[in-house]
């Protein structure tokens, strides 16, 4: 089924829920302003047409041009272990993907062509995403798109990065979830009160999760339907945004009194 035109505005793909949290105007705002509280699952804020016309959009242009990642647990987590229980799990993956701030991937151009950039550049993702932070974020942040099929999963990881000044405190990621009706489930786990006690099945088409990092997660291995293995695919966009107020969080830390 050919892909209409798609909107260059965020905000164009949105509910009239997710409208309301855009103008500030809905319970969620704010979803992720409690320090405690590091995921959110926000079903219905994308208009159901405008999500399956994206997913349609991005199976017509982006299949065959997306890299595949795939890093497997290396045989040294294991054989390299010199104490009982020792071990440390290295992050690995199964699933296709392409950073689309890189002109170079071949993702980009078609990306570009079908106005998918321009959507996920748009003033308005970001205003999205700072009504759910409760607080300012940097005009410049990344994107990326994924793409899981049948047993592709993400193992266990915290998205952590200590080496970044503005990312070192935290940061924030909005995964918008395009899962076509082949796909039975796929359930993102994640940790609350230092155990990977909370699942939740990211398997909807036009979902909205947001992520407060960092903290340990995972995805499971996607599940097909029974006999309906060759269409299922769950495709993911992402934004990965810095808190504008970065620096001052980091001090605040530094010097606030115990």
């Not at 497997?72 to 010199?82: D, G, K, R």
């Not at 699933?95 to 998918?116: C, F, H, M, P, Q």
Request: glycine share 6%; charged share 20%.
């Amino acid at each position: 089924m050919p892909a209409a035109k798609l909107p260059r505005d965020f905000a164009e793909l949105l509910s009239p829920a997710g409208r309301r949290v855009l103008a500030g105007r809905h319970a969620l705002c704010g979803a992720l302003a409690n320090p405690r509280t590091r995921f959110v699952s926000l079903p219905g804020l994308i208009d159901k047409a405008q999500a399956q016309n994206l997913r349609y959009a991005l199976e017509r242009v982006l299949t065959g041009r997306l890299q595949r990642i795939n890093q497997p647990i290396p045989p040294e987590a294991t054989w390299n272990m010199t104490d009982n229980y020792g071990e440390a799990l290295p992050k690995t993956a199964l699933v296709w993907t392409a950073y689309l701030e890189n002109k170079r991937e071949a993702a980009w151009r078609a990306a570009e062509d079908i106005g998918l950039l321009a959507l996920l550049r748009s003033d308005s993702f970001r205003a999205f995403a700072q009504q759910l932070a409760s607080r300012p974020l940097k005009k410049k942040w990344g994107q990326q798109v994924l793409c899981y099929g049948p047993g592709d999963y993400s193992g266990p990881h915290n998205d952590h990065h200590p080496e970044d000044a503005e990312a070192r405190a935290g940061y924030l990621d909005i995964h918008l979830s395009l899962a076509s009706a082949a796909v039975q489930s796929h359930f993102l786990v994640y940790a609350r009160a230092g155990h990977l006690t909370e699942m939740v099945n990211v398997a909807r088409d036009g979902l909205i999760s947001a992520y407060r990092l960092p903290f340990w997660h995972y995805t499971t291995p996607l599940q097909a339907k029974p006999g309906s293995e060759s269409g299922a695919r769950r495709w993911v966009l992402l934004g990965t945004f810095l808190y504008a107020d970065a620096t001052a969080v980091v001090r605040k830390h530094r010097t606030a009194p115990r």
